[in-house]
């Protein structure tokens, strides 16, 4: 096909998913928020790389390995998420998206300039977990054991979210405080923890992002920067707040981008964006979003 | 009034009017370093750039020497555009007789034909791009540090002869990438070498691992990284993890800087082979200088870019000093015709097509067991002579070169 060998492109179609397997679970946590509290949440390029940085100071400061980068970063992150929600989200729910948005990403500059400030743009060396380290010769193509890895773990927890949201009592409260709170609360159920929680477990899942890509890229303070710009791409092509749509469409955009980048490598990082632009046009509420 | 007083009265006025048009401009002698303070080339230029003009302008002694002297800087975001307006702003409406650094070579070229337009003075360190003293050449431009032809030049023929014959490579999609492609490619024919593929990737990409797999595929001995900074640490690093090295291909970083080995760490950097005009830890006077910028720059040690800088901004206020005057055609023309001398590249020359001339150096990352510790990092290999190390001057296409 084109002059590729069809060995050739297996191999950067399992690429293009492992790329997925980022955008998905980054457009998974913005998924959540919007769904449940109504904030696009530009701060969560920011929050993927201190999901990293956290990574490293666990590291560096407490002696922790990956695995437990694994589980305490993205508490950490997740918490200092809670903390914002509580001081400065909450006060924006009642106004227009465009306040959250401004709010969310002037945090994010923030943010980033404090850490660039401090730790420069070179990025700083993270060390692939000795388990991991090595690959699979595959036949058609070199699969390291890390990516695959990763693959893994953004399925499970992409599908787990999922089943929780979905399929458990838990999510339909969820579900249903964002089609009626005043209604919930009525029932007993404390709407503004269940808010505060839910942002923390979305952070939480930009964070555990991060920490899967400390070993791959440099634990840099701008890697959410770009990286957030995509993500929102995915989710606008997706659907705004459409779970399934997003677990799907970042996957899906991952395999295109890969395939882009063998066909016609200049244009890989717009591709996305054309993508959207199409999308938009024919279907403006995303691929597998409900016109309200 | 007999001709003879009229003509000593016209003599005069017109001496008068020379003699007021070489002083320094309002008085002051204003340097504007221009680079990138926030995205992937900030840390081997950004801040560290600005120190080292201003050590320059310290050590010159300028307030002893009657010169005022103000630096100011701006971040051009690696736009072309953006670095455009600020030299225009600059130009025009700060009073500016100087741009330095410059990194990036879309930008850099986008300053050279301005600078040109309003006959200033553009001294290069940070940008790479040979067209710079080749068909860009500009009589207000000085391009110090190093170039794609003397990379190419000096990592392309070391890697050739030691038996990287056949090439594939990874080039950034814009001016500095097409040029450090086309500059080694030229290296590697000439050689008997052979350039099996290549592959243009956006500036500031994140995921190599499509191109590397690429790369792999066309069973190349030598994938050379026509990139820089965060690009080029992360193809290195996910090359290890796609065990391209222990495959049996091998990767030539092109553009390495100081910084980027820092950020790499030595396990992941170290065997790589580069070119570089500096290093730290060659001498005492570079091991002094060195010292002093990194008290200066959280610690950061300074890139060859960052040296560049001090040594140009130090040659520009000799010859403001001897010409009294801040005029940039003249400065230019003034540093042309001056032999260099400086603590970090020695003596040197700068040729009519702007190109300083210095000797370059053949560097290996030390494996971590070499290393004394943190910024102990190279090993040299090799020392380009200044005759062999930049494009001959008659290769370049340079209209301001007589043939």
């Known amino acids: ?292 | 009034m007999n001709w003879r007083t009229l003509l000593t009265v016209v003599a005069t006025v017109v001496l008068t009017a020379g003699a007021a048009e070489a002083q320094i401009s309002d008085g002051v002698v204003k340097i504007g370093v221009l680079n990138d303070q926030s995205s992937l080339y900030a840390d081997l230029t950004g801040q560290g750039s600005v120190v080292a003009a201003r050590m320059a302008v310290e050590d010159f002694g300028a307030p002893a020497k009657g010169l005022k002297v103000e630096i100011i800087f701006a971040d051009h975001q690696n736009k072309a555009d953006v670095g455009s307006n600020i030299t225009r702003q600059w130009y025009d409406a700060d009073k500016v007789d100087v741009i330095v650094d410059v990194p990036n070579s879309a930008v850099a070229l986008a300053v050279n034909q301005l600078t040109r337009d309003k006959k200033k003075a553009f001294l290069v360190s940070g940008a790479a791009s040979s067209d710079l003293t080749g068909k860009a050449c500009s009589p207000n431009t000085i391009h110090w540090t190093y170039d794609t032809w003397a990379l190419a030049n000096g990592t392309g023929k070391a890697i050739v002869k030691t038996g990287g014959n056949t090439w594939f490579f990874l080039t950034a999609d814009y001016a500095f990438g097409h040029a450090l492609e086309r500059d080694t490619e030229a290296v590697v024919l000439a050689h008997g070498g052979k350039v099996l593929g290549k592959v243009r990737h956006p500036l500031n990409t994140a995921d190599f691992s499509s191109f590397l797999l690429q790369a792999q595929a066309s069973k190349a001995k030598i994938i050379g990284l026509a990139n820089a900074g965060g690009d080029t640490t992360n193809a290195i690093k996910q090359a290890a993890e796609f065990g391209i090295v222990k495959g049996g291909q091998n990767l030539a970083g092109l553009l390495v800087f100081l910084t980027d080995v820092h950020g790499l760490g030595l396990p992941t950097a170290q065997g790589l082979i580069f070119t570089e005009a500096f290093y730290w830890d060659m001498n005492d006077k570079t091991r002094a200088w060195g010292k002093k910028f990194a008290e200066r720059n959280r610690g950061i040690h300074p890139t060859m870019i960052h040296a560049g800088v001090y040594a140009s901004v130090l040659h520009y206020l000799k010859a403001v000093e001897a010409l009294k005057s801040d005029d940039g055609s003249g400065v230019i023309a003034k540093m042309k015709e001056t032999p260099t001398d400086d603590p970090l590249f020695g003596k040197g020359t700068i040729r009519p097509d702007g190109r300083k001339v210095h000797d370059m150096y053949l560097f290996e990352v030390k494996k971590p067991a070499e290393s004394k510790g943190a910024w102990d990092y190279y090993t040299l290999r090799a020392t380009i002579p200044a005759a062999e190390a930049f494009r001959p001057l008659d290769k370049g296409d340079c209209l301001l070169v007589k043939k």
């Open chain 1, 1 to 292: 096909m084109l002059g590729i060998a069809p060995q050739a492109l297996f191999g950067q179609l399992l690429i293009g998913l492992i790329n997925g397997s980022f955008y998905a679970i980054l457009s998974l946590g913005l998924a959540v928020i919007f769904g449940l509290l109504n904030i696009i949440n530009f701060t969560h390029g920011a929050q993927y790389m201190m999901g990293a940085f956290g990574a490293w100071f666990l590291l560096q400061y407490a002696g922790l390995g990956y695995w437990w980068a694994l589980l305490v970063a993205p508490l950490l992150v997740g918490l200092i998420g809670v903390v914002l929600e509580r001081v400065m989200l909450k006060r924006l729910y009642h106004l227009d998206h465009l306040y959250g948005l401004l709010l969310t990403f002037g945090l994010a500059l923030i943010i980033q300039g404090l850490f660039r400030n401090q730790f420069g743009s070179s990025g700083l060396p993270y060390a692939m977990p000795a388990e991991l380290r090595g690959g699979f010769n595959l036949g058609f193509m070199f699969l390291p054991t890390y990516r695959a890895w990763v693959v893994v773990c953004s399925l499970l927890v992409c599908l787990g979210t999922w089943y929780v949201i979905e399929r458990t009592r838990l999510g339909s409260y969820l579900r249903a405080a964002t089609e009626n709170p005043t209604l919930v609360r009525a029932f007993g159920i404390n709407v503004p923890r269940m808010i505060t929680l839910t942002y923390g477990f979305g952070v939480a899942l930009a964070a555990l992002a991060g920490v899967l890509a400390a070993p791959i890229y440099q634990v840099n303070p701008l890697m959410g920067a770009d990286l957030i710009i995509v993500v929102f791409a995915v989710v606008v092509i997706g659907g705004m707040g459409s779970i399934m749509g997003s677990i799907v469409t970042g996957f899906a955009l991952g395999v295109i981008e890969g395939l882009t980048k063998v066909f016609y490598p200049e244009a890989s990082n717009t591709v996305i964006f054309v993508i959207m632009a199409l999308v938009l046009l024919v279907k403006p509420a995303g691929l597998f979003g409900r016109a309200h």
